[in-house]
């Protein structure tokens, strides 16, 4: 199985937190390949100046159904010999898509001066299914904090 990393690092314009969850990636099946994808670990953690007062920002993973507007990156394969990855990967949203009702599958809060790394246990990765547009979209918001976050993933395919 080939493995590949994504961040919304790779492309785009990081997007403000609010109190509305923003989505920061997906992970998507597309027509040209349908095939299912794996994501396997994440890291989350703030990348602007900490707000005066201590807050916290909550981090969800939830299915997709339809993709909004947000900046395609090509996810980069751990292995070179590897080929590119089927899967659709996006970052940094400007127009929320449509996230499956009560599909949250993952949610970390952690404080604004604080990071996070999410190691899936063997057999329990979250699974983007082969169907179009269906996917995993990773998301924060935060009552106080109002800058922008990273978000890391890793996955296999």
Known sequence: MAKYSASNQLGGTAQNLSTAYKTILSLRAITATLRRAWLYELLFGADGLPNATDCAIVY???RQTVDGTATAVTPVALDPADAASGSQTDVNYT?????????SLLAVSLNQRASQRWVAAPGSELVVPATNDAGLAVRAKSSTYTSTVVVPALFWE
């Open 60 to 62: 969800d993973v939830s």
């Open 95 to 103: 127009a929320e898509g449509t996230i499956t009702a009560a599909s």
